[in-house]
Protein backbone atom coordinates (compact mmCIF):
# COMPACT_ATOMS: atom_id res chain seq x y z
CA UNK A 1 0.00 0.00 0.00
CA UNK A 2 1.33 3.62 -1.10
CA UNK A 3 1.82 6.19 1.20
CA UNK A 4 -0.87 9.40 0.94
CA UNK A 5 -2.44 12.41 1.94
CA UNK A 6 -3.96 10.88 4.89
CA UNK A 7 -2.67 10.41 8.27
CA UNK A 8 -4.99 7.50 9.92
CA UNK A 9 -5.94 7.01 13.33
CA UNK A 10 -4.52 3.98 15.51
CA UNK A 11 -7.12 2.31 16.63
CA UNK A 12 -6.93 -0.47 19.99
CA UNK A 13 -6.96 -3.85 19.63
CA UNK A 14 -5.78 -7.01 20.13
CA UNK A 15 -6.62 -10.43 18.44
CA UNK A 16 -4.55 -12.84 18.32
CA UNK A 17 -4.92 -16.24 15.82
CA UNK A 18 -2.83 -19.36 15.16
CA UNK A 19 -1.93 -22.15 12.97
CA UNK A 20 -1.88 -20.68 9.38
CA UNK A 21 1.17 -22.21 7.24
CA UNK A 22 2.97 -21.48 3.78
CA UNK A 23 5.82 -22.75 1.75
CA UNK A 24 8.86 -20.43 1.30
CA UNK A 25 5.95 -18.30 -0.79
CA UNK A 26 2.60 -17.29 -0.08
CA UNK A 27 0.25 -20.07 -0.92
CA UNK A 28 -2.35 -19.93 -4.20
CA UNK A 29 -6.00 -18.39 -2.53
CA UNK A 30 -8.05 -19.85 -0.17
CA UNK A 31 -8.84 -20.28 3.44
CA UNK A 32 -6.95 -20.98 6.86
CA UNK A 33 -8.56 -21.81 9.66
CA UNK A 34 -6.91 -20.61 12.84
CA UNK A 35 -7.84 -20.16 16.48
CA UNK A 36 -8.90 -16.77 17.93
CA UNK A 37 -8.71 -15.35 21.62
CA UNK A 38 -9.51 -11.91 22.54
CA UNK A 39 -10.87 -9.91 25.25
CA UNK A 40 -13.45 -6.66 25.13
CA UNK A 41 -14.05 -3.58 27.47
CA UNK A 42 -16.23 -0.80 26.82
CA UNK A 43 -16.60 2.49 28.09
CA UNK A 44 -19.83 4.01 28.71
CA UNK A 45 -21.07 7.42 27.65
CA UNK A 46 -22.61 9.03 30.94
CA UNK A 47 -26.12 8.98 29.60
CA UNK A 48 -25.85 4.90 29.12
CA UNK A 49 -23.74 4.63 32.53
CA UNK A 50 -26.82 6.18 34.10
CA UNK A 51 -29.53 4.15 31.92
CA UNK A 52 -27.51 0.68 32.38
CA UNK A 53 -25.90 1.49 35.93
CA UNK A 54 -22.65 0.45 34.99
CA UNK A 55 -19.96 2.48 34.03
CA UNK A 56 -17.58 -0.16 32.16
CA UNK A 57 -18.59 -3.44 30.55
CA UNK A 58 -15.77 -5.90 30.78
CA UNK A 59 -15.68 -9.39 29.33
CA UNK A 60 -13.92 -12.05 30.17
CA UNK A 61 -11.51 -14.35 28.03
CA UNK A 62 -13.73 -14.63 24.64
CA UNK A 63 -12.42 -17.96 22.58
CA UNK A 64 -12.65 -18.70 19.19
CA UNK A 65 -11.23 -22.34 17.76
CA UNK A 66 -12.59 -21.97 14.52
CA UNK A 67 -11.45 -18.62 13.24
CA UNK A 68 -11.53 -18.59 9.23
CA UNK A 69 -10.14 -16.21 7.16
CA UNK A 70 -9.25 -15.93 3.45
CA UNK A 71 -6.83 -14.90 1.46
CA UNK A 72 -6.47 -13.98 -2.27
CA UNK A 73 -3.73 -14.99 -5.31
CA UNK A 74 -0.40 -12.94 -4.37
CA UNK A 75 0.59 -9.90 -5.94
CA UNK A 76 3.39 -7.68 -6.12
CA UNK A 77 2.99 -4.28 -3.91
CA UNK A 78 2.81 -1.54 -5.65
CA UNK A 79 1.40 -3.52 -9.18
CA UNK A 80 -1.10 -2.35 -11.14
CA UNK A 81 -3.17 -5.14 -9.51
CA UNK A 82 -2.63 -4.14 -6.12
CA UNK A 83 -3.48 -0.05 -7.11
CA UNK A 84 -6.22 -0.16 -9.68
CA UNK A 85 -7.31 -3.84 -10.70
CA UNK A 86 -7.48 -5.69 -7.29
CA UNK A 87 -7.57 -9.36 -6.53
CA UNK A 88 -10.59 -11.11 -5.15
CA UNK A 89 -10.65 -13.04 -1.88
CA UNK A 90 -11.39 -16.83 -1.32
CA UNK A 91 -14.30 -16.92 0.83
CA UNK A 92 -15.00 -20.75 0.37
CA UNK A 93 -11.79 -23.20 0.15
CA UNK A 94 -9.19 -24.52 1.98
CA UNK A 95 -5.52 -23.81 2.84
CA UNK A 96 -4.23 -25.12 -0.17
CA UNK A 97 -7.29 -24.29 -2.78
CA UNK A 98 -10.21 -22.05 -3.23
CA UNK A 99 -13.69 -23.21 -3.96
CA UNK A 100 -15.26 -19.88 -4.73
CA UNK A 101 -14.04 -16.07 -4.89
CA UNK A 102 -15.78 -13.31 -3.55
CA UNK A 103 -17.05 -11.28 -6.43
CA UNK A 104 -15.87 -7.66 -5.54
CA UNK A 105 -12.00 -7.12 -6.42
CA UNK A 106 -9.84 -5.80 -3.25
CA UNK A 107 -7.07 -2.85 -3.66
CA UNK A 108 -5.35 -0.77 -2.08
CA UNK A 109 -7.63 2.41 -2.11
CA UNK A 110 -10.28 -0.33 -0.79
CA UNK A 111 -9.29 -0.25 2.99
CA UNK A 112 -10.44 2.44 5.03
CA UNK A 113 -7.23 3.00 6.46
CA UNK A 114 -3.44 2.09 6.43
CA UNK A 115 -2.27 1.64 9.66
CA UNK A 116 0.72 3.11 10.92
CA UNK A 117 3.53 0.70 12.46
CA UNK A 118 6.10 2.43 14.47
CA UNK A 119 5.06 5.64 13.67
CA UNK A 120 5.68 4.98 9.60
CA UNK A 121 3.25 3.60 6.66
CA UNK A 122 2.01 -0.15 6.98
CA UNK A 123 4.08 0.49 3.34
CA UNK A 124 7.37 1.02 4.78
CA UNK A 125 9.50 -2.60 3.62
CA UNK A 126 11.06 -2.66 0.19
CA UNK A 127 9.16 -2.01 -2.93
CA UNK A 128 8.24 -5.04 -5.90
CA UNK A 129 7.55 -7.19 -2.26
CA UNK A 130 5.39 -9.86 -2.69
CA UNK A 131 1.61 -9.73 -0.41
CA UNK A 132 -1.96 -11.05 -0.31
CA UNK A 133 -5.44 -9.52 0.37
CA UNK A 134 -7.40 -11.35 3.27
CA UNK A 135 -10.74 -11.39 4.83
CA UNK A 136 -11.94 -12.38 8.41
CA UNK A 137 -14.71 -14.64 6.62
CA UNK A 138 -15.64 -15.67 10.09
CA UNK A 139 -15.01 -15.08 13.95
CA UNK A 140 -17.16 -16.15 16.79
CA UNK A 141 -15.26 -15.18 20.08
CA UNK A 142 -17.39 -16.60 23.02
CA UNK A 143 -16.83 -16.59 26.66
CA UNK A 144 -14.44 -19.68 27.12
CA UNK A 145 -15.79 -19.98 30.87
CA UNK A 146 -12.57 -19.21 32.82
CA UNK A 147 -14.63 -18.14 35.92
CA UNK A 148 -16.72 -21.22 36.49
CA UNK A 149 -19.50 -19.37 34.39
CA UNK A 150 -20.31 -18.32 30.66
CA UNK A 151 -21.77 -15.09 30.19
CA UNK A 152 -23.36 -14.53 26.73
CA UNK A 153 -20.46 -11.78 26.15
CA UNK A 154 -19.26 -12.55 22.38
CA UNK A 155 -17.52 -10.56 19.48
CA UNK A 156 -18.44 -11.40 16.11
CA UNK A 157 -16.93 -10.44 12.42
CA UNK A 158 -17.21 -11.82 9.01
CA UNK A 159 -20.58 -14.07 7.72
CA UNK A 160 -21.66 -14.64 11.52
CA UNK A 161 -22.20 -11.23 11.94
CA UNK A 162 -24.06 -9.80 8.65
CA UNK A 163 -24.83 -6.64 9.35
CA UNK A 164 -21.42 -5.62 10.00
CA UNK A 165 -19.36 -4.36 6.90
CA UNK A 166 -16.27 -6.69 5.41
CA UNK A 167 -13.21 -6.89 8.05
CA UNK A 168 -10.42 -6.70 5.23
CA UNK A 169 -6.79 -6.77 5.32
CA UNK A 170 -3.53 -7.35 3.60
CA UNK A 171 -0.43 -9.60 4.26
CA UNK A 172 2.77 -8.36 3.06
CA UNK A 173 6.47 -10.25 3.19
CA UNK A 174 9.83 -8.12 3.64
CA UNK A 175 11.62 -10.53 1.08
CA UNK A 176 12.59 -8.87 -2.15
CA UNK A 177 12.07 -11.26 -5.17
CA UNK A 178 15.95 -11.93 -5.33
CA UNK A 179 16.36 -11.73 -1.50
CA UNK A 180 17.69 -14.83 0.28
CA UNK A 181 16.69 -13.65 3.57
CA UNK A 182 14.29 -14.94 5.77
CA UNK A 183 10.94 -14.82 4.90
CA UNK A 184 9.20 -12.47 6.99
CA UNK A 185 6.03 -10.72 6.89
CA UNK A 186 3.28 -7.96 8.63
CA UNK A 187 -0.44 -7.67 8.20
CA UNK A 188 -3.40 -6.04 9.57
CA UNK A 189 -7.02 -5.91 9.27
CA UNK A 190 -9.90 -3.23 9.15
CA UNK A 191 -12.14 -5.07 11.60
CA UNK A 192 -15.85 -4.47 11.71
CA UNK A 193 -17.90 -6.58 14.73
CA UNK A 194 -21.19 -7.21 16.36
CA UNK A 195 -20.71 -7.56 20.30
CA UNK A 196 -23.08 -8.47 22.41
CA UNK A 197 -23.05 -7.68 26.05
CA UNK A 198 -23.86 -8.96 29.20
CA UNK A 199 -22.50 -6.98 32.14
CA UNK A 200 -24.30 -8.82 34.95
CA UNK A 201 -22.60 -12.55 33.53
CA UNK A 202 -26.18 -14.20 33.95
CA UNK A 203 -25.83 -15.63 30.31
CA UNK A 204 -28.55 -12.83 28.89
CA UNK A 205 -27.28 -10.61 26.23
CA UNK A 206 -28.44 -7.27 27.40
CA UNK A 207 -27.41 -5.02 24.28
CA UNK A 208 -26.13 -5.76 20.82
CA UNK A 209 -23.10 -3.11 19.85
CA UNK A 210 -21.62 -2.15 16.34
CA UNK A 211 -18.29 -0.06 15.50
CA UNK A 212 -19.05 2.06 11.82
CA UNK A 213 -15.49 3.24 12.25
CA UNK A 214 -12.65 0.13 11.33
CA UNK A 215 -10.59 -1.40 14.56
CA UNK A 216 -7.33 -1.47 12.93
CA UNK A 217 -5.81 -4.68 14.11
CA UNK A 218 -1.65 -5.11 13.25
CA UNK A 219 0.98 -7.55 13.66
CA UNK A 220 4.36 -6.17 13.01
CA UNK A 221 6.28 -9.36 12.59
CA UNK A 222 4.66 -12.45 11.34
CA UNK A 223 7.44 -14.69 11.41
CA UNK A 224 9.25 -16.54 9.21
CA UNK A 225 8.24 -18.74 6.23
CA UNK A 226 7.50 -21.88 6.10
CA UNK A 227 6.93 -22.19 9.60
CA UNK A 228 3.21 -21.45 11.60
CA UNK A 229 2.31 -18.15 11.30
CA UNK A 230 0.84 -16.42 13.84
CA UNK A 231 -1.31 -13.37 13.71
CA UNK A 232 -1.16 -11.67 16.99
CA UNK A 233 -2.43 -8.14 16.55
CA UNK A 234 -1.30 -6.21 19.25
CA UNK A 235 -3.15 -3.24 21.26
CA UNK A 236 -2.74 0.31 19.71
CA UNK A 237 -3.19 3.94 21.26
CA UNK A 238 -7.34 4.42 20.73
CA UNK A 239 -10.73 3.25 21.42
CA UNK A 240 -13.47 3.52 18.64
CA UNK A 241 -16.58 4.52 19.31
CA UNK A 242 -19.89 1.68 19.18
CA UNK A 243 -23.58 2.14 18.98
CA UNK A 244 -26.44 0.19 19.78
CA UNK A 245 -28.32 -1.68 17.16
CA UNK A 246 -31.48 -1.10 18.39
CA UNK A 247 -31.07 2.74 18.91
CA UNK A 248 -28.09 3.33 16.97
CA UNK A 249 -27.39 5.74 19.17
CA UNK A 250 -23.78 6.36 20.45
CA UNK A 251 -22.93 4.02 23.74
CA UNK A 252 -19.18 4.48 24.16
CA UNK A 253 -15.88 2.97 23.32
CA UNK A 254 -14.67 -0.26 22.91
CA UNK A 255 -11.07 -1.76 23.53
CA UNK A 256 -10.35 -5.09 22.08
CA UNK A 257 -6.91 -6.86 23.48
CA UNK A 258 -5.65 -9.78 22.50
CA UNK A 259 -2.49 -9.48 24.58
CA UNK A 260 -1.48 -10.14 28.34
CA UNK A 261 -4.65 -12.30 28.35
CA UNK A 262 -4.21 -15.48 30.76
CA UNK A 263 -6.80 -18.07 31.15
CA UNK A 264 -7.58 -16.88 35.10
CA UNK A 265 -10.73 -15.31 36.21
CA UNK A 266 -10.73 -11.57 35.98
CA UNK A 267 -9.49 -10.46 39.15
CA UNK A 268 -5.60 -12.19 37.99
CA UNK A 269 -3.25 -8.75 38.11
CA UNK A 270 -1.44 -9.72 34.91
CA UNK A 271 -4.94 -8.07 32.83
CA UNK A 272 -4.73 -4.95 34.80
CA UNK A 273 -3.78 -2.25 32.80
CA UNK A 274 -4.78 -3.59 29.42
CA UNK A 275 -7.54 -1.29 28.62
CA UNK A 276 -6.18 1.77 29.53
CA UNK A 277 -6.75 3.58 25.88
CA UNK A 278 -7.71 6.56 25.10
CA UNK A 279 -11.02 7.22 23.86
CA UNK A 280 -11.21 8.31 20.02
CA UNK A 281 -10.29 12.33 20.49
CA UNK A 282 -13.65 13.40 18.18
CA UNK A 283 -16.69 11.56 16.86
CA UNK A 284 -17.49 13.10 13.15
CA UNK A 285 -20.46 13.82 11.98
CA UNK A 286 -20.00 15.70 8.78
CA UNK A 287 -16.95 17.19 6.30
CA UNK A 288 -18.27 18.90 3.66
CA UNK A 289 -16.65 20.84 0.69
CA UNK A 290 -18.57 23.34 -2.07
CA UNK A 291 -16.29 24.76 -4.54
CA UNK A 292 -17.47 28.43 -5.59
CA UNK A 293 -15.76 30.92 -8.04
CA UNK A 294 -12.19 31.26 -6.99
CA UNK A 295 -12.78 29.94 -3.16
CA UNK A 296 -13.82 26.39 -1.60
CA UNK A 297 -16.26 26.68 1.24
CA UNK A 298 -15.66 23.51 4.09
CA UNK A 299 -17.23 22.96 6.85
CA UNK A 300 -17.38 20.17 9.09
CA UNK A 301 -19.87 18.96 12.62
CA UNK A 302 -18.95 16.96 15.45
CA UNK A 303 -21.30 15.49 17.50
CA UNK A 304 -18.43 14.33 20.03
CA UNK A 305 -14.91 15.77 21.30
CA UNK A 306 -12.68 14.71 23.66
CA UNK A 307 -9.57 16.17 24.71
CA UNK A 308 -9.16 17.36 21.29
CA UNK A 309 -6.96 20.78 20.70
CA UNK A 310 -8.07 21.28 17.13
CA UNK A 311 -8.03 20.95 13.57
CA UNK A 312 -5.72 21.44 10.64
CA UNK A 313 -7.26 21.42 6.78
CA UNK A 314 -5.19 19.82 4.22
CA UNK A 315 -5.80 20.46 0.11
CA UNK A 316 -4.24 17.71 -2.38
CA UNK A 317 -4.96 17.05 -6.04
CA UNK A 318 -4.62 13.75 -8.01
CA UNK A 319 -2.34 13.14 -10.79
CA UNK A 320 -3.46 10.34 -13.90
CA UNK A 321 -2.43 7.60 -11.71
CA UNK A 322 -4.62 8.22 -8.93
CA UNK A 323 -2.23 9.58 -6.30
CA UNK A 324 -2.57 12.35 -4.43
CA UNK A 325 0.16 15.70 -5.69
CA UNK A 326 0.67 19.28 -4.18
CA UNK A 327 -0.54 17.96 -0.77
CA UNK A 328 -0.47 21.37 1.28
CA UNK A 329 -1.54 22.39 4.82
CA UNK A 330 -4.03 24.88 4.28
CA UNK A 331 -3.59 25.96 8.03
CA UNK A 332 -0.83 27.68 9.57
CA UNK A 333 -2.52 27.66 13.12
CA UNK A 334 -4.80 25.34 14.87
CA UNK A 335 -8.64 25.76 14.57
CA UNK A 336 -9.33 25.79 18.30
CA UNK A 337 -11.73 23.19 19.07
CA UNK A 338 -14.85 24.51 20.63
CA UNK A 339 -16.89 20.78 21.37
CA UNK A 340 -17.02 18.24 24.06
CA UNK A 341 -17.76 15.06 25.12
CA UNK A 342 -21.34 15.85 25.24
CA UNK A 343 -20.94 19.13 23.26
CA UNK A 344 -21.76 19.41 19.25
CA UNK A 345 -19.81 21.88 17.25
CA UNK A 346 -20.06 23.06 13.21
CA UNK A 347 -16.57 24.77 12.09
CA UNK A 348 -15.99 26.32 8.51
CA UNK A 349 -13.18 27.52 6.43
CA UNK A 350 -12.51 29.08 3.39
CA UNK A 351 -9.96 28.13 1.00
CA UNK A 352 -9.35 30.84 -1.32
CA UNK A 353 -6.00 29.48 -2.76
CA UNK A 354 -7.88 27.72 -5.77
CA UNK A 355 -7.93 28.02 -9.72
CA UNK A 356 -11.34 27.90 -11.46
CA UNK A 357 -12.13 24.29 -12.81
CA UNK A 358 -9.24 22.37 -10.92
CA UNK A 359 -10.81 19.25 -8.80
CA UNK A 360 -9.19 19.61 -4.83
CA UNK A 361 -9.24 17.09 -2.21
CA UNK A 362 -9.16 17.99 1.48
CA UNK A 363 -8.30 16.20 4.46
CA UNK A 364 -9.48 17.26 8.25
CA UNK A 365 -6.63 16.50 10.61
CA UNK A 366 -7.88 16.57 14.42
CA UNK A 367 -4.70 17.26 16.81
CA UNK A 368 -5.28 15.58 20.67
CA UNK A 369 -2.70 14.78 23.19
CA UNK A 370 0.16 15.18 20.44
CA UNK A 371 -1.45 12.55 18.11
CA UNK A 372 -2.37 14.03 14.92
CA UNK A 373 -5.37 12.34 12.52
CA UNK A 374 -6.62 12.74 9.34
CA UNK A 375 -9.93 11.08 8.82
CA UNK A 376 -9.86 8.93 5.51
CA UNK A 377 -13.18 7.68 5.91
CA UNK A 378 -14.84 11.68 5.28
CA UNK A 379 -11.78 12.85 2.27
CA UNK A 380 -14.12 15.11 0.05
CA UNK A 381 -13.34 16.83 -3.38
CA UNK A 382 -15.10 19.33 -5.64
CA UNK A 383 -14.84 21.34 -8.43
CA UNK A 384 -13.99 24.74 -7.72
CA UNK A 385 -17.44 26.33 -9.15
CA UNK A 386 -19.21 23.07 -8.20
CA UNK A 387 -21.09 21.16 -5.77
CA UNK A 388 -18.75 18.42 -3.30
CA UNK A 389 -18.52 15.32 -5.05
Known amino acids: MKKSLVVPILCAIGLSTHSVTYADS ?15 KVKLVDEYAEKWGVKEIESSRLFDAQTKIGRSTSHLDGSRTDKFKGTRICEDG ?61 IRAGNVAPYAARSLGEVESFKTPDSVDSYTAKGFFNLFVEVDVDWNNDGIVDAML ?104 WRAKKNEAGEYVEITRLTEQLILSEGGVLDKAIYSYEDSGVMQGNIYYYGLEDVAKGVSTIHLESIVSTTTGGETN
Open 210 to 313: FNNYPIVTKNNDMGTFPSDVVYVHDSNDFAVPVYETATRAHVGWIVIVGQGIVSDCDDNESDKGIFDKSSLSIELTSFTATGNEGRVSLEWKTETEIDCNGYHL
Open 94 to 154: YVDSCIRFAPTRIKDSTFALIPLINGNFFDDGPNETEEIHTEVLSLNLTDAGDCGTKSANA
Open 26 to 40: FREAGVDTTTSVGKF
